[in-house]
């Protein structure tokens, strides 16, 4: 059974950053192409960030420039690295395969984003 577990999430000022982490676990699961996605308060769940086994990115217009995918494959880690954060920003975010998988979903990490 797989589990995907983040952190990384709190309050930060405008203009702060936070590094979330994606641990992935479950026997013989190693992360592949991966994703962050994030769901404000009243919206539908986005992606805003995607790492593919190869090593190509793409982020939301909304993030480009601000957020870094990456991933440590010994770790079996996602990271979203995110720089200037507004208060947009401000949602439950969320790691899962690319495409996502509903059996994938965690629990997700809070990011506030508020003076």
């Known amino acids: 059974q797989v589990q995907l577990v983040e952190s990384g999430g709190g309050l930060v000022q405008p203009g702060g950053s936070l590094r979330l982490s994606c641990a992935a676990s479950?026997?013989?699961?190693?992360?592949?192409?991966m994703g962050w996605y994030r769901q404000a308060p009243g919206k539908q769940r986005e992606l805003i960030a995607a790492?593919?086994?190869?090593?190509?990115?793409d982020y939301a217009d909304s993030v480009k420039g601000r957020f870094t995918i990456s991933r440590d494959n010994a770790k079996n880690t996602v990271y979203l690295q995110m720089n200037n954060l507004k208060p947009e920003d401000t949602a439950v975010y969320y790691c899962?395969?690319?495409?996502?998988?509903?059996?994938?979903w965690g629990p997700g990490t809070q990011v506030t984003v508020s003076s």
């Open positions: 899962n395969a690319l495409p996502s998988l509903r059996a994938y």
């Open positions: 790492l593919t086994r190869g090593g190509v990115t």
């Open positions: 479950g026997s013989g699961f190693s992360i592949g192409s």
